[in-house]
């Protein structure tokens, strides 16, 4: 069964401490993975896509990056306001356009 | 704001009722996905449908059916409702198959 694992469960940093949020996945038949951000009884907001090993995309603070069995979101210099679950989402080959996704990251960052 | 909407907001129902969950997904966008997420289950994929036709169905329970109209808003129907079902629920739309997809607000709906 397809299975995408998120770590740590939960992170807190200081307001300017830069981390990395990891997510890693089921290699065979990867189609592209995503990311979001989920404010509390929000729906989620996406933030990337990335298709292929090497990859990586920029917003703001944020970094997502791809290897071949696992994506990293870096967050530099994390403010207040950044504080929510990112979700890791992949699409798989062959599994029609659904997504499967990882239980999430809950990141509080702290003045 | 996703530019996906739902309604209603929240609702609340006894056990073995029956609700209709809505969704207008954005401007174009020919494919609707709608999703569970509970506590302890997480983001949990319900079914998919493209262009009025469904196309996947994850863990979707029998009691449960979706459509999409001509219009292309969707529906999705929970019957003989349990208190397991309590949950907010997702619909997500996307332009074509595999692109990115964008979520609505949700509906929260607690069964009773």
């Known amino acids: 069964e397809d299975q995408v694992t998120q770590s740590p469960e939960a992170l807190r940093l200081q307001e300017g401490e830069s981390s990395s949020l990891n997510c890693s996945y089921t290699?065979?038949?990867?189609?592209?993975l995503f990311w979001y951000r989920q404010d509390p009884g929000k729906g989620p907001e996406f933030l990337f896509t990335?298709?292929?090993a090497g990859e990586e995309k920029e917003k703001e603070r944020l970094k997502a990056t791809l290897t071949k069995k696992e994506s990293f979101l870096h967050i530099t210099a994390p403010k207040p306001e950044d504080s929510a679950t990112y979700l890791c989402?992949?699409?798989?080959?062959?599994?029609?356009?659904?997504?499967?996704f990882g239980t999430g990251t809950r990141l509080q960052v702290t003045l | 704001d996703s530019g996906v909407t739902q309604t209603p907001k929240h609702l609340i129902t006894a056990t073995g009722q029956r609700v209709t969950l809505r969704c207008s997904p954005r401007?174009?966008?020919?494919?609707v996905y709608w999703y569970q997420q509970s506590l302890d289950q997480g983001l949990q994929f319900l079914i998919q449908?493209?262009?009025?036709?469904?196309?996947a169905k994850g863990n979707i329970l029998e009691r449960f059916s979706a459509q999409q109209f001509p219009d292309l808003h969707s529906e999705l129907n929970l019957s003989s409702l349990e208190l397991g079902d309590s949950a907010l629920y997702f619909c997500?739309?996307?332009?074509?198959?595999?692109?990115?997809?964008?979520f609505g607000p949700g509906t929260r709906l607690t069964v009773t």
């Open positions: 449908y493209y262009n009025g036709e469904e196309r």
């Open positions: 401007s174009g966008d020919l494919s």
């Open positions: 997500a739309s996307s332009v074509e198959l595999r692109d990115e997809q964008y």
């Open positions: 989402a992949v699409q798989y080959t062959g599994t029609a356009s659904k997504l499967t």
């Open positions: 990335l298709y292929s």
């Open positions: 290699v065979s038949g990867l189609r592209g």
